[in-house]
């Protein structure tokens, strides 16, 4: 396949979710929200054609990989884990990556934030999208410029800007 799919966009990434946690139950339409929200960051951004997965799990095991990866000891909404590696020879997509996302720190503040989960839990397959890609929020210029990225892919998602009431920023 080529880099532009059919009628000339932009190849979506090949995204693989994979649902680790019971409580996800619940949302049954948390892996298409993650799916288009990765696919909408994607097409915004002109991605090349890659491969990711995204984890849906729950408090317990992203803080022990919170603890084991980054030295925190704590559970935290989202997390990505960037591959690095270079694209293979051939039609095999590279590997972009893994986000890992937690139930029940996207639910508490999905509640504290008065959004719908839905909003929130993409609002985050985003910024691990974008983490995934390079991008980061160490300083106040590289935030500013994450944040309104994110602002401008979940605008083309109906999702308002989670950001303007002050919102959790990743």
């Known amino acids: 396949m080529t880099e532009r799919a059919r009628g ?20 049954p339409r948390a892996a298409g929200t993650v799916r288009r ?14 491969a990711l997965a995204i984890v849906l799990t ?11 990866w980054r030295g925190h000891d704590a559970p935290t909404n989202v997390l990505s884990f960037p591959s690095g590696a270079t694209r293979p020879g051939g039609d ?20 504290a934030e008065h959004k719908p989960f839905g909003h929130h839990l993409a609002h985050l ?10 991008y980061d929020h160490q300083n106040i210029r590289d935030a500013r410029r ?9 605008a083309q998602l109906a999702v308002p800007d989670p950001y303007a009431g002050g919102g959790v920023r990743g």
């Open 146 to 154: 994450m944040e309104r990225l994110e602002v401008r892919i979940l």
């Open 125 to 134: 397959a985003v910024h691990g999208f974008l983490h995934l890609l390079g």
């Open 58 to 68: 729950d408090d317990s095991a992203i803080r022990a990989l919170n603890r084991d």
């Open 8 to 27: 000339g966009r932009k190849a979506h990434p090949q995204i693989e979710v994979m649902v680790q946690s019971a409580r996800w139950k619940t949302r």
């Open 92 to 111: 095999a997509p590279h590997h972009l990556g893994d986000i890992v996302i937690a139930y029940q720190t996207v639910r508490r503040e999905a509640d």
């Open 37 to 50: 929200a990765v696919a909408a960051a994607a097409q915004a951004l002109s991605t090349a054609p890659g």
